[in-house]
């Protein structure tokens, strides 16, 4: 028999780091397994909070300890084969010294590479140029903004 509790969603959550640099481009890692560009981060473990899976997956992936900074978005985005899902996307800070820091983890990635904001749908898929798009804006303007498929609801 189903309960209440039943149609509570339980969505996958990811975390991800946004690295503005002063030229106004944004770090991109180039991932082995997907063969495409993506922003450093990664799944929140069970227990782990968003702001936590950032700062552990900028360790695993880079190398560097870097504490989320502000929250920039929060993007509902379900899909087929995962089902619910929200994207978490911090402000981590500028990169300064840490840049030259920098080592992958080269099980899951094989470059890194600063990408010009205006031309960042040139590296990413569509649904991640959406989010990408609107991390900068918010980066820019200082206010976090609420997604639904990488686009403000409505």
């Known amino acids: 028999m189903a309960t209440d509790a039943d149609r509570f969603s339980t969505p ?19 991932k082995t397994y997907s063969n495409g560009w993506d922003i450093p981060g990664g799944y929140v473990d069970i227990g782990e909070s968003p702001a936590a ?3 552990r997956e900028l360790h695993e992936e880079l190398g560097l300890d870097r504490v989320p900074q502000r929250l920039l978005v929060v993007d509902w985005a379900p899909n087929d084969g995962e089902g619910d899902k929200v994207l978490w996307l ?14 992958l983890d080269v099980s899951e990635l094989d470059r890194w590479e600063w990408a010009p904001a205006s031309k960042i749908d040139d590296y990413v898929i569509p649904r ?16 976090p903004v609420y997604l639904e498929q990488g686009k403000p609801p409505g």
């Open 53 to 55: 899976a950032c700062r």
């Open 90 to 103: 911090f402000d981590c800070g500028p990169l300064g010294d840490d840049e030259q820091r920098i080592i």
């Open 128 to 143: 991640l140029t959406r989010r990408l798009t609107h991390a900068h804006s918010a980066y820019v303007h200082g206010a």
């Open 12 to 30: 996958r959550m990811a975390a991800g780091a946004l690295f503005v640099d002063d030229q106004d481009r944004i770090l991109l890692v180039h």
